[in-house]
């Protein structure tokens, strides 16, 4: 893969530059802020080699590229000033909301710190390991630096979260690591821990334990990149620079001892405490939901919300009960792909099936899930069964977490505590979910994209489980495009974007319009209608699928200039009225008006064969798609 190459595509696919406003990465995800999603073409980056799919959740667009998403997020910041920390805050389009606003910013600030908590959880875990079975006594100095190693990342989690947050609300980052610093300051945790009467000009402060603690740190911070912006539209340019952090840290530290602490502190308890009861109440049946709705959580982007509650578990009470369960969803999703790829015939889902389960074996379960396991569906249903199955067991067990890391085989240590209590339980759980996962997926079965015995023409594919999930090129018969608009036909290598030059899309021509109409190119069904009201595909009652789009990169209209006569799943007859836009605004405006004419599903077919060049008129026969009913 060539990273550089693919970051410009992503940059050009969100909408240049300055549509971003902040960009952050997990284990296999971009996640971007935009200011107009609209802006953003999620079809072109899915079709873009190196992306897994693309997804908008939780209020951000997110790119998933898989294990290498750290090489091309450093691509970006090589081909652009995305990942600049000088980089203001900006709002989103229309903002966000509600919940949705919640998820953005816990994962934008939890996000970049996954790989070296994961790191830093392994160690933990192999260290508790090593005391327990005696290799190594708490008291060895070589024990003591290795555990200095491991348990500094959550000891002063409070100052990373500072900076992690301070990026997303465009604070100064060392004001931010500063107050901090303020909350872990060894005559502050004297206080606590002798339990010195405190008070700030005679305002009493309850002094809690600040280490390893999450929300009074982000609450501190987020008010904090507030007041400073505030301080610096009134105070002159001459003295800000100082001003503004004296006032900040003036403010903040003694209100973040006084409110902002012990309110996070107990909110983090009371959140915990009642996750806790619901385990207490019923394990089995609290492990079986979370084994089977983990995986769920991840898709729609809002597991980010149980990440603070698992932190803080182990902060307060030095494990987690909760998280293990989720260990079961993660091996049953593995489980599910390794049964596709024992089942299916075609080569290339097989090979990608297997990828994707030894990726997902370490924890990093996108490419199985989004490449494999939903869109055939029923391997994916096979993940949740199996997944409740497991984490029921796990949790009837009692397995606790005692450090933090995605689920793998590499963080299995962290779930290792004294005596290893719970820890069989684990294994027994995650071997039950990724075998009867494996099993359930192979009986079930699912529609194999395509056969073995197809010679390779549809495995030409680059994803032939997410986008040929029709059947083999035998089931297709031949079909015959009309021309949906009158115009000049061009070919495809001559239309100035890549994707369509390059056939990524499918075969096809495209067309220089002389007017502002598009009408049916044969009798069937409308598939897609874009709510901007610039492309629309229609498939044949034989199967071939025709993608109309007018114009490049006209989705930026928003719908202006163009009139639609037509929704999802209407029938319409060959030469009826779909489409109208006005040719001459939307060339005023400055677009490109050329319009491919593409197969979408191209290789569910021997050929798609052009049949006219230059000028041709709408309903004149254009493309002939040829099926392997064809002689030959």
């Known amino acids: 893969m060539n990273y550089e190459n693919v970051a410009k595509e992503i940059v050009q696919g969100v909408g240049g530059e300055k549509n971003v406003v902040s960009l952050v990465h997990c284990a296999t995800r971009l996640r971007f802020t935009l200011k107009d999603t609209s802006k953003a073409d999620k079809a072109k980056l899915e079709k873009t080699d190196g992306i897994i799919t693309v997804k908008e959740s939780g209020g951000q667009f997110q790119v998933v590229i898989g294990n290498r998403v750290p090489e091309v997020y450093n691509a970006i910041g090589r081909v652009s000033k995305i990942l600049s920390d000088a980089k203001p805050e900006e709002t989103t389009k229309g903002g966000k909301k509600g919940f949705g606003a919640v998820i953005d910013v816990i994962s934008s600030i939890f996000a970049p710190l996954l790989g070296v908590m994961a790191g830093a959880g392994i160690l933990k875990g192999l260290l508790l390991i090593a005391s327990n079975f005696g290799w190594l006594q708490t008291t060895d100095t ?143 049946i609290a492990g079986a939901i979370l084994g089977a709705s983990w995986q769920l959580l991840v898709i729609f982007g809002v597991h980010w919300g149980l990440v603070p509650v698992f932190i803080n578990n182990i902060a307060v009470y030095g494990k987690d009960g909760i998280k293990p369960a989720a260990t079961a969803s993660v091996f049953a999703q593995t489980g599910a792909a390794l049964g596709v790829m024992l089942r299916t015939k075609n080569k290339k889902l097989k090979a990608l099936a297997g990828s994707a389960t030894l990726s997902a074996l370490f924890g990093i379960t996108e490419p199985a899930v989004y490449g494999v396991t939903l869109p055939l569906k029923r391997p994916f249903i096979a993940g949740l069964i199996g997944g409740a199955v497991g984490g029921a067991i796990i949790g009837q067990a009692g397995t606790q977490a005692f450090a933090s890391g995605a689920p793998g085989l590499l963080t299995l240590p962290i779930f290792y505590g004294p005596g290893g209590q719970g820890f069989p339980g684990l294994i027994i759980g995650i071997t039950t979910s990724f075998l009867l996962s494996a099993v359930l997926a192979y009986v079930l079965g699912f529609k194999d994209p395509v056969e073995e015995e197809d010679k390779g023409k549809a495995g030409a594919s680059a994803e032939p489980a997410r986008d040929q999930e029709q059947g083999p090129a035998s089931d297709k018969p031949s079909d015959m495009a009309l021309s949906p608009l009158g115009g000049t036909v061009v070919p495809l290598s001559e239309v100035p974007d890549p994707a369509f030059a390059a056939e990524a899309m499918g075969k096809g021509v495209a067309i220089e319009p002389a007017a502002g109409r598009v009408v049916a190119p044969f009798d069937g069904t409308v598939t897609v209608a874009f709510k901007k009201k610039h492309a629309l595909a229609v498939v044949s009652d034989n199967g071939a699928e025709i993608l109309v789009h007018v114009g490049i990169d006209t989705v930026k209209l928003d719908g202006q200039y163009f009139t639609s006569y037509i929704k999802e799943g209407d029938r319409v007859a060959a030469g009826q009225l779909l489409l109208e836009f006005d040719l ?13 004419v593409i197969v979408t599903n191209t290789f569910d077919y021997s050929e798609v064969l052009p049949l006219r060049q230059g000028e041709i008129s709408e309903g004149d026969e254009l493309l002939r798609i040829v099926g392997n009913d064809a002689e030959a």
Do not use: W
């Not at 001459?584 to 491919?596: F, L, Q, S």
């Open 584 to 596: 001459d605004k939307i060339r005023e405006a400055g677009y490109h008006t050329v319009t491919p």
């Open 142 to 284: 070589t024990y003591i630096i290795l555990y200095a190693a491991a348990d500094s990342l959550f000891y002063f989690l409070p100052a990373l979260l500072a900076v992690t947050t301070a990026r997303k609300f465009g604070g100064n980052m060392f004001t931010a690591l500063t107050i901090a610093g303020a909350l872990l300051y060894p005559q502050i945790i004297q206080l606590k821990t002798e339990g010195t009467e405190t008070h700030f000009f005679g305002i009493p402060v309850i002094m809690m334990s600040y280490s390893s603690t999450v929300i009074p740190i982000i609450l501190s911070v987020i008010v904090m990149s507030k007041l400073e912006k505030f301080c610096n539209r009134v105070i002159h340019e001459s003295v800000k620079n100082f001003v503004t952090p004296l006032i900040s840290l003036v403010v903040m530290v003694p209100l973040t001892l006084i409110v902002f602490g012990p309110f996070g502190v107990y909110v983090g308890n009371a959140i915990a405490d009642g996750l806790l009861a619901a385990f207490s109440f019923s394990p089995l």
